[in-house]
């Protein structure tokens, strides 16, 4: 074989192979840490897409960061134990779960500024969505014995509709934008299909070897459900509740990001202090690409669709309080852990390639 035609040849197979399932063209991911500032603690983080602004709840307020600079831009004050942020751009509002006082604070998407408070009717507030297909806004709440999903009209904000679940810890929700819904059920390990306009339970599908699964997202292209747990996250068939695939991954996570055009999963380990990036190669096949370092506590992530950036946040905590001698809290009994230290800073890391 000639000069000419080796090299031709080489060519078409390295094309051959970049297209065979379990290949994926590598690719780097630079992190970027940014010092933010300001008081409180944090569960979400929520990216308003096209518009350069993040969302971070930190306890009794939601900061407002500019998301190329990290550099804080508005306030969304007097929230009780506030814990997620949904955003309905179609009406210019957005809502915070406030689990302190069972409120969801409405709010002007342009000014920030509070339009009303909005009773639950339930406890345990936590996750939230917006659920384009049926235009609403979708809340999963923590309960016992059972949590609670509620549904509000994201231009009104009237309660649109409660049901009661069958687990006492849905996590993440998620629509496959044709009239399903799918929750993660921490405590029992499986996946809640609902009907996204009745809330009426459809299926409950168990989803071993995910244990405790939190966040959730749902692709259109290839009919598969993402449920990212501790160790392991795993690959659902949406129209059988199937385990199609197991994805290695981090511990301590309490969230995941899924860029649709791109192809990869964002999956953050809030214990390990870092986040997995996986490729999906095939519906079926999913390549692990990098794991980045981030820091401890970067549990939950959020992705700009249109910059395909990902970003997680976290406070850092200074040295906690000695408890007095021979007293335990109730917190150290409840959990194994002692009282956090006083908040010394706050960080933002965006990931990019």
């Known amino acids: 074989m000639d000069r000419d035609r080796l090299l031709a040849f080489i060519a078409l197979m390295l094309g051959i192979g970049c297209g065979l399932p379990g290949i994926a063209q590598a690719q780097s991911f630079t992190v970027t840490k940014t010092a933010v500032g300001g008081e409180g603690g944090h569960d979400y983080i929520v990216a308003e897409p096209g518009a350069d602004r993040l969302f971070v709840s930190r306890s009794s307020h939601v900061m407002v960061l500019d998301a190329a600079t990290g550099k804080p831009i508005g306030d969304i004050v007097d929230l009780a134990d506030v814990h997620g942020i949904g955003l309905a751009p179609r009406w210019n509002h957005g809502f915070t779960t406030n689990r302190g006082d069972s409120t969801v604070t409405m709010f002007d998407l342009r000014t920030l500024e509070p339009i009303r408070n909005i009773p639950a009717g339930v406890g345990g507030l936590d996750g939230i969505m917006y659920d384009a297909f049926t235009d609403r806004i979708i809340l999963t709440n923590h309960g016992r014995p059972a949590g609670t999903l509620v549904a509000i009209d994201p231009k009104s904000g009237a309660i649109a509709g409660t049901v009661e679940l069958a687990d006492g810890a849905p996590e993440g929700a998620a629509s496959d934008g044709a009239g ?11 996946i809640q299909v609902l009907d996204a306009q009745t809330l009426a339970l459809q299926a409950n599908w168990p989803i071993a070897p995910c244990d405790g699964p939190t966040g959730i997202a749902y692709d259109k292209a290839s009919a598969r459900i993402f449920s990212a747990c501790s160790h392991t996250s795993v690959a659902v068939d949406a129209a059988t ?21 791109e192809k990869l999963l964002y999956i953050p380990a809030g214990r390990d202090g870092n986040v997995t990036i996986v ?6 096949d999913y390549a692990v690409l990098a794991t980045v370092a981030t820091m401890k506590g970067t549990k939950t992530i959020t992705l700009d669709p249109t910059t395909h950036v990902a970003y997680v946040f976290t406070p850092e905590y200074g040295p906690a309080p000695p408890p ?18 006083p908040v ?5 890391f965006a990931i990019s390639h």
């Open 279 to 284: 490729h999906q190669d095939t519906p079926d």
């Open 344 to 348: 010394v800073g706050a960080w933002l």
């Open 241 to 261: 509740g199937k385990v199609i695939a197991s994805i290695p991954n981090g511990d301590g996570v309490d969230g995941l990001a899924w860029d649709a055009s």
């Open 180 to 190: 399903r819904l799918f929750v993660n059920y921490e405590r029992s390990s499986a």
């Open 324 to 341: 007095a001698p021979g007293v335990e809290t109730a917190e150290a009994q409840a959990t194994g852990h002692g009282p956090r230290g």
